[in-house]
């Protein structure tokens, strides 16, 4: 079965540039951003019963003319994508992966999936859409995380904020390798990854159950298919190299060190990162911090409570059933 692929992580970890390798791959095609999986699993009761094929137009024209959604990246021809989710199994994981089924098919690719950093945090429904996917689990020093995540211009929050979002996606990840089934969840390491691509990306397609190919060393050959106007994707453009790791260092204030260090040491030491030992944070900081993690995780509890309710009272069937993708599966726990 050709298998979706689904590439996590905080942001700012480099998926983007894992991205481009697997998509550099002759087999495997993973599009830029897509914004559109998961604002129609929330808005799912809004579609009707896909069993009706004007639902299903409706549902396409949603997902190709919102916007917000990344579709025009893709590439895709409008009107042909939303008769293809029309002729779809009805089922919103279906429809889902008919767009990223094209793209594929656009590229000449056999598998297809998705890239964004938040999916991390949003696994339990992510398998319920693609019972079969399989996920690849980018992880980077949480200090460069930060640090690169608070220079850039569409962060919206503090340094706060971006521990605390290193933090859920670390645990959400361990949660993962807890309960997924066997070939569905894969981590590796950023720094590594850069440091020597070829046995790391050999041990993915391993995972993957692909063969290897060395053009997977030269994302920068297919970069192109990102957008452009991503400014801060433009290392991607450039050979291959370990220059970001460790940026922190002079990106990070001494006291985001401290917070850094004193909130997420056993998880930063886990993956062999070493601490400066630059010891406990102000409490004012602490404090702060303590602030916005219990807002995120309320924030997270009200999200599942609402999910967990529309789950009780519909019994839709939501995972994908393309040709070899999610047929006969339960979705992960």
Known sequence: MERPIFVVGCPRSGTTLLQLMLHAHPRIAIPPETRFLLPAYYRRAHFGDLRLRANRRALGEWITGTRGHKF???????????????EAPPTLGSALGTVLREYARRHGKQRWGDKRPAYIQYLPELFRLFPDAQVVHLIRDGRDCVGSLKGMKWWEHDSHHAVVTWANAIDAGHEAARHCPDGSYYALQYEHLVADPAPQLSALCEFLGERYDPAMLHPEAVASVNPRRKKHHARTHKDV?????RAWEERLEPWEVQLCEYVLGDRLRAYGYELTGLGRPPAAVLARYA??????????????????????????????????????????P
């Not at 190299?241 to 790791?245: P, R």
């Not at 219990?294 to 995972?319: P, T």
């Open 241 to 245: 190299d370990s220059a970001a790791v």
């Open 291 to 332: 602030r916005t993690r219990a807002w995120r995780k309320q924030a997270a509890l009200r999200r599942g409570f609402r999910d967990g309710w529309h789950r009780i009272v519909s019994d839709d069937d939501l995972a994908c059933h393309l040709g070899g993708s999610g047929q006969d599966l339960q979705p992960a």
């Open 72 to 86: 025009p990246d893709l590439g895709l021809d409008t009107a042909e994508t939303v008769r293809r989710i029309e």
